[in-house]
């Protein structure tokens, strides 16, 4: 058997076959014993796979966290026992055999598709099918851009994704292949599982492309080779390889199930274990005489060397990294450490202060583009952007200076109007680390980046989503532009924290939440229209950060709570002031993100609800406001789709005015107008 390899080093024939043979067996038997997954596209890419760990991928499985690490994204994620047998088989810690073992079992760590932050190795979590390769897209970019700022010492990897037939139907693989060709990012390889079968058979049932054209049109690298002869495929990546301004899609023609004597190459192999017979078949003809899980040491052994084949190279970016600066060593991880959460901490105190006192009518998108500018400077790896509505969003400030096809010093980034592919690549830019993306589009179109947005959130990634235009305020537009669904489905979505300011005082707190938030992405729901300074006396404190607080607090007893969130607090304030000329207390919560708030201690959440009857009020469906209001409380939003008109108009039409708050207000406590 083979010891370490040296880059692009060719094994011998019969060790290839050995190592490839041992990621089918581990598949084929860890399916088998789950008696659940796909067999059979680790099965069909065993011999690519096994060339590029062996001969190119810079990695060391005892360091999984290098930075400088080459990614390697399974975007085909059904096929998670490839990865699963890779990370045991080249000795990564915590994938053991045992791991493989419980394929698909509670809290193993080999789920049934591959989850990030369940063993290192995992470089995101893939099922869904296009998503990986829209984060390897955003990984390749991140990598350009830290090279850019750290140089060939420090940042010098390449970003391999596997991607099958349905990774290339779906739609957001159009989006991220065009905005890679566009950029130029040649770091990029793209191994195609080109095996021509998906579920319902095979693929000529549903498609026609010729994907290597629809690459080539893209400006994309492409080759085509059999997938399983191992000398083909490498050439193929070392060409690859060697193509630095564009990235690279190789097609590698395999067998789905290759080796399984009666199931391979159908649609059989797809899904489902193979069955004892199917296995045994392949056992004998695959020339694997081993029992189920069981690998022979010198395999292993093999394997494990290329595990370690890497570790000169590890020491000798160590070597470089120690030489960095301790902050700018740290950043290369983690843009946001304690440092730099001081400075955002005293840039957003200083903001508020500022705001408070110019007092001044802004859009919350346009406060957003403050206290971008305002950030920026001290926030290294602040990476912005916008789906094409740059102007609309205010992601641009002036500071910035703009990300090029091939030229990778700016920082913001012109995404097109490629939503979905923006949210992927944005998760692939916070998974590579060094790099805190945003970026922004309107809220309405958070439809188009959802899937995206849901796997930021599994995944626990910081990426903060710049929406604006959040409601019908955004006038003459019309109903097509207008969200009113869009805050419940969010809301509704686990970790993932809904901002909705209500000026730009708590916008400049939203921003620092956001950032501070490690774990949980972000969505800051912006308005379009100017909104008066609500916040004019200044507070150190964060007050956004317990979600929601009491903006105005009678000074007796509270007849009644008014909670808004964003744009309508005002119209709670203007009824709380009308209600008190007419002798009713009310009091007036601003909420700006329920997610915080239903975090609090309920002692907080009692004194901040207080026991009064409650009126809320959002321009947008009433659903999910009960939990707040109780049974007895009065809602005040939109029951149907909006219009267009002027906003002013449509706030009328709609009924969402401070009139309407207060007459909610006074029928609750008994006092209907006369
Ligand atoms: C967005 C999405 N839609 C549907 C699925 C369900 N699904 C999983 S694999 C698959 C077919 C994939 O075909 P292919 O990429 O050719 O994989 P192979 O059959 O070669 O393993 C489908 C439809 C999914 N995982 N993600």
């Known amino acids: 058997?083979?010891?370490?390899?040296?880059?692009?080093?060719?094994?011998?024939?019969?060790?290839?076959?050995?190592?490839?043979?041992?990621?089918?067996?581990?598949?084929?038997?860890?399916?088998?014993?789950?008696?659940?997954?796909?067999?059979?596209?680790?099965?069909?890419?065993?011999?690519?796979?096994?060339?590029?760990?062996?001969?190119?991928?810079?990695?060391?499985?005892?360091?999984?966290g290098w930075p400088d690490r080459d990614r390697f994204v399974l975007s085909a994620g059904h096929g998670s026992m490839l990865l699963y047998a890779l990370l045991f088989l080249t000795g990564f810690p915590a994938m053991t055999l045992e791991e493989l073992k419980r394929f698909r079992q509670l809290h193993s760590r080999t789920p049934g598709h591959p989850e990030y932050g369940h063993a290192p190795g995992i470089e995101t979590t893939t099922?869904?099918?296009?998503?990986?390769l829209g984060n390897?897209?955003?990984?390749?970019?991140?990598?350009?851009?830290?090279?850019?700022?750290?140089?060939?010492?420090?940042?010098?990897?390449?970003?391999?994704?596997?991607?099958?037939?349905?990774?290339?139907?779906?739609?957001?693989?159009?989006?991220?292949?065009?905005?890679?060709?566009?950029?130029?990012?040649?770091?990029?390889?793209?191994?195609?599982d080109d095996n021509q079968i998906s579920i319902d058979g095979p693929t000529n049932l549903s498609v026609s492309d010729d994907q290597l054209e629809r690459f080539r049109a893209s400006g994309w690298h492409t080759a085509k080779v059999d997938g399983h002869d191992?000398?083909?495929?490498?050439?193929?990546?070392?060409?690859?390889?060697?193509?630095?301004?564009?990235?690279?899609?190789?097609?590698?023609?395999?067998?789905?199930?290759?080796g399984a004597p009666k199931k391979q190459g159908t649609a059989a192999t797809h899904g489902s274990p193979l069955g004892e017979d199917e296995i045994r078949g392949a056992r004998d003809r695959l020339g694997w005489h081993h029992a189920p899980f069981e690998v022979p040491k010198p395999v292993l052994a093999s394997w494990r060397a290329v595990g370690a084949?890497?570790?000169?190279?590890?020491?000798?970016?160590?070597?470089?990294?120690?030489?960095?600066?301790?902050?700018?060593?740290?950043?290369?991880?983690?843009?946001?450490?304690?440092?730099?959460r001081g400075k955002i901490g005293i840039a957003v105190k200083t903001l508020k202060s500022d705001f408070s006192r110019e007092a001044a009518k802004l859009a919350t998108r346009q406060s957003s583009q403050k206290v971008l500018e305002r950030l920026l400077p001290i926030i290294p790896g602040l990476i912005g952007g916008s789906a094409d509505l740059t102007g609309s969003n205010g992601t641009l400030t002036k500071l910035h200076t703009i990300v090029k096809p091939g030229d990778f010093s700016g920082n913001y980034i012109h995404?097109?109007?490629?939503?979905?592919?923006?949210?992927?690549?944005?998760?692939?830019?916070?998974?590579?680390g060094g790099i805190v993306p945003y970026g922004g589009t309107f809220l309405v179109f958070t439809d188009y980046c959802r899937p995206s947005i849901r796997l930021s959130a599994l995944m626990g990634k910081r990426v903060i989503y710049v929406m604006t235009h959040d409601s019908i305020g955004l006038g003459e537009d019309g109903p097509t532009h207008q969200p009113v669904e869009h805050l419940a489905a969010l809301r509704a979505s686990p970790n993932l924290n809904v901002y909705r300011p209500a000026d730009s005082v708590e916008c400049a707190e939203c921003w620092e939440l956001a950032l501070r938030t490690e774990a949980t992405p972000s969505i800051l729901a912006l308005t379009r229209q100017?909104?008066?300074?609500?916040?004019?006396?200044?507070?150190?404190?964060?007050?956004?950060?317990?979600?929601?607080?009491?903006?105005?607090?009678?000074?007796?007893?509270?007849?009644?709570?008014?909670?808004?969130?964003?744009?309508e607090v005002q119209l709670a304030a203007a009824a709380a002031k009308a209600l008190q000329a007419e002798g009713i207390e009310a009091a007036v919560v601003s909420m700006p993100c329920w997610e915080l708030f239903a975090s609090q201690d309920q002692g907080y959440q009692d004194a901040v609800l207080g026991t009064a009857p409650r009126v809320g009020v959002e321009a947008a469906v009433d659903f999910g406001w009960r939990k707040w209001l109780g049974p007895h409380g009065i809602f005040i939003g939109m029951r149907?789709?909006?219009?267009?008109?002027?906003?002013?108009?449509?706030?009328?039409?709609?009924?969402?005015?401070?009139?309407?708050?207060?007459?909610a207000a006074r029928d609750l406590v008994g006092k209907p107008k006369k």
């Not at 099922?127 to 990986?132: A, C, D, K, R, T």
């Not at 970016?317 to 600066?325: D, K, V």
Request: with cysteine.
């Open 230 to 258: 191992p000398e083909a495929v490498a050439l193929a990546i070392a060409n690859a390889r060697a193509v630095t301004d564009q990235p690279s899609l190789i097609a590698c023609r395999t067998v789905i199930g290759y």
């Open 1 to 64: 058997m083979a010891e370490a390899l040296q880059q692009g080093e060719a094994l011998p024939e019969e060790t290839h076959k050995y190592m490839a043979n041992a990621i089918r067996a581990l598949a084929m038997d860890a399916v088998q014993k789950a008696d659940s997954g796909h067999p059979g596209m680790p099965m069909g890419m065993a011999d690519v796979a096994t060339v590029l760990f062996t001969r190119f991928l810079k990695f060391h499985a005892a360091h999984p």
């Open 530 to 567: 100017g909104l008066p300074l609500l916040r004019t006396v200044h507070t150190d404190d964060n007050l956004s950060a317990r979600g929601a607080y009491v903006l105005a607090e009678p000074k007796g007893r509270r007849d009644v709570t008014l909670i808004a969130t964003g744009s």
């Open 136 to 192: 390897a897209v955003g990984m390749a970019l991140a990598e350009r851009l830290l090279n850019k700022r750290y140089g060939d010492e420090i940042v010098d990897h390449f970003t391999y994704v596997i991607a099958g037939d349905g990774c290339l139907m779906e739609g957001i693989s159009q989006e991220a292949l065009s905005l890679a060709g566009h950029l130029k990012l040649g770091r990029l390889i793209v191994l195609f």
């Open 640 to 663: 149907g789709f909006g219009a267009s008109a002027p906003a002013e108009e449509l706030y009328k039409h709609f009924g969402i005015t401070a009139g309407a708050v207060e007459i």
């Open 415 to 432: 995404y097109g109007v490629r939503e979905h592919a923006m949210a992927a690549a944005m998760n692939g830019m916070a998974l590579h």
């Open 309 to 340: 084949r890497n570790a000169v190279a590890f020491e000798r970016w160590q070597a470089g990294a120690n030489r960095l600066e301790a902050s700018a060593r740290a950043h290369l991880t983690d843009p946001i450490d304690q440092d730099v």
């Open 127 to 132: 099922g869904p099918l296009g998503q990986g």
